[in-house]
């Protein structure tokens, strides 16, 4: 088994001593193995945190491209995952919060709702993200409406996101009437119209 393949077995079996031993013994922290994957992307999925501040101290490359297709970053994919502790290691090293990957996708857009998504939302605007950024011509915000995601939407306001028509018109236009996307849209609906009064009265 040549170096890249033990490197990244010792990533999978969570075991950082070998992997400690084959950094020293020369092997090239970033170099796949047989399945294309590299240590660092092994280690972001499998949100062992430990070994992705080992891998970044030892040269590792986070701006590398990871997915099956090279479509994502180390970023892209602990973000999706909620992976924080991951995220926040990524961030330290120098991850840029911009879009990224081949598709361009935004950090902020593809974030998990709920407590742990909006601690990385925390952590990405905490580290210079736009919190008004475009991904395919749409805010953050207006992506959270989209999916009727109400608590994120409520997040998102409170940091400083910008309350637009296209918002509420997306998740108007999900609000069939059915009780389920009543349950979903509504709280959206009613938490974007609440922004839009209060920037009225100020």
């Known amino acids: 088994m040549d170096m890249a393949n033990q ?18 013994a020369g092997a090239e922290v970033d170099a796949p193995n047989t399945d294309r994957c590299t240590a660092l992307e092994l280690a972001v999925q499998t949100e062992h945190v430990e070994m992705v501040r080992l891998l970044l101290a030892a040269g590792a490359d986070p701006h590398q491209r990871t997915g099956e297709y090279e479509e994502l970053t180390p970023l892209l994919e602990a973000v999706t995952r909620g992976h924080t502790a991951v995220v926040s290691a990524l961030l330290d090293a120098g991850a840029p919060t911009c879009a990224q990957g081949k598709m361009s996708w935004l950090p902020l857009v593809v974030v998990p709702d709920g407590d742990q998504g909006h601690e990385i939302v925390d952590l990405l605007l905490d580290r210079g993200a736009d919190v008004n950024g475009l991904m395919k011509d749409w805010t953050p915000l207006e992506w959270a409406a989209a999916r009727g ?50 920037l009225a009265g100020q």
Do not use: C, F
């Open 7 to 24: 490197l990244t077995r010792a990533v999978e079996d969570g075991d950082t001593a070998a992997v400690a031993r084959l950094l020293d």
């Open 149 to 198: 995601q109400a608590e994120m939407v409520r997040h998102l306001l409170a940091r400083g996101a910008t309350s637009t028509a296209e918002a509420l018109n997306e998740a108007y236009a999900r609000w069939n009437g059915s009780p389920e996307a009543v349950a979903k849209y509504g709280p959206v609906i009613n938490t974007l119209r609440a922004a839009d009064r209060d």
